[in-house]
C-alpha cells in the first residue's frame, strides 16, 4: 500500500501559479504511475496529469496542457503539479492518486490510492 498526502493549495488570482505537491509514503513510489485529478461539488471527477512509473512520459487533460506539469522526485517520494496561468475554472478540490497502472489513470479516470485532496481556488 501507499499512503499519499497532498499540499500546496490555496488561494491566487486568476493568471497566478501553484505547486502542488504529493508526499507518498509506504511502498516505493517508484512502483507506482502517479496522477492528479479535480472535482468541484456537484461535478464528475476530472482526470487533469498522470506521469508514468519512470517518469518518462507525461499525460495531460485538453484543459491543463501548456499550463499544468507533472513532474516526481523519486529521492523524496514526491510528486509535483506546477499550475501556471491559472483559471477561476481551475478551482476545485486536487487529488493525488496513484497505481501500477498509467492507463488506469490517464484513460479510465480512476486509480487505486487517493490522497484526502487540497484546495484550490482561483478568483477573477
Known amino acids: 500500500q501507499v499512503q499519499l498526502v497532498e499540499s500546496g493549495g490555496g488561494s491566487v488570482q486568476a493568471g497566478g501559479s501553484l505547486r502542488l505537491s504529493c508526499a507518498a509514503s509506504g511502498r516505493t513510489l517508484s512502483s507506482y504511475a502517479m496522477g492528479w485529478f479535480r472535482q468541484t461539488p456537484g461535478k464528475e471527477r476530472e482526470f487533469v496529469a498522470a506521469?508514468?512509473?519512470?517518469?518518462?512520459?507525461?499525460y495531460y487533460a485538453d484543459s491543463a496542457k501548456g499550463r499544468f506539469g507533472i513532474s516526481r522526485d523519486s529521492a523524496k517520494s514526491t510528486v509535483y503539479l506546477e499550475m501556471n496561468s491559472l483559471k477561476p475554472e481551475d478551482t476545485a478540490a486536487y487529488y493525488c492518486?496513484?497505481?501500477?497502472?498509467?492507463?488506469?489513470?490517464?484513460?479510465?479516470?480512476?486509480?487505486?490510492?487517493w490522497g484526502q485532496g487540497t484546495q484550490v481556488t482561483v478568483s477573477s
Open positions: 492518486a496513484a497505481s501500477p497502472s498509467i492507463t488506469k489513470i490517464s484513460t479510465l479516470n480512476n486509480a487505486d490510492y
Open positions: 506521469i508514468s512509473r519512470s517518469g518518462g512520459s507525461t
